[in-house]
């Protein structure tokens, strides 16, 4: 075997908190340290560029794509961000 490398079955859904800024962005994926990188160090466009450097505050897994795109919407919600608000105070 010449390579190694991690194939991620799981969805993750994030949340990416600015302390500098006191934003929050929240997001999935399936390839969580890949997409903190994007956020923090390698996208050029975008909201998240502009309120660098973020932190991973929470992350849950789900075995499905539509999963974790239903928690994601949630989350955007008025409850979710309820939700959200009580993990980072």
């Known amino acids: ?3 190694f490398f991690i194939k991620m079955d ?3 859904v994030y949340i990416l908190f600015s302390k500098k800024f006191d ?3 929240i997001g999935f994926t399936s390839g969580l340290i890949e997409r903190f990188k994007s956020h923090n160090v390698l ?3 975008g909201y998240t560029i502009k309120y ?5 505050i929470y992350v849950e897994f789900f075995n ?7 928690r ?5 919600t008025g409850i979710g ?3 959200v608000k009580k993990i980072i105070f």
């Open 72 to 76: 994601e919407k949630f989350l955007k």
């Open 43 to 45: 996208g050029t466009k």
């Open 23 to 25: 934003k929050t962005y």
């Open 81 to 83: 961000r309820e939700f």
């Open 10 to 12: 799981e969805f993750v």
């Open 52 to 56: 660098r450097p973020w932190e991973v």
């Open 1 to 3: 075997m010449s390579g």
């Open 64 to 70: 499905s794509k539509a999963e974790a795109l239903k």
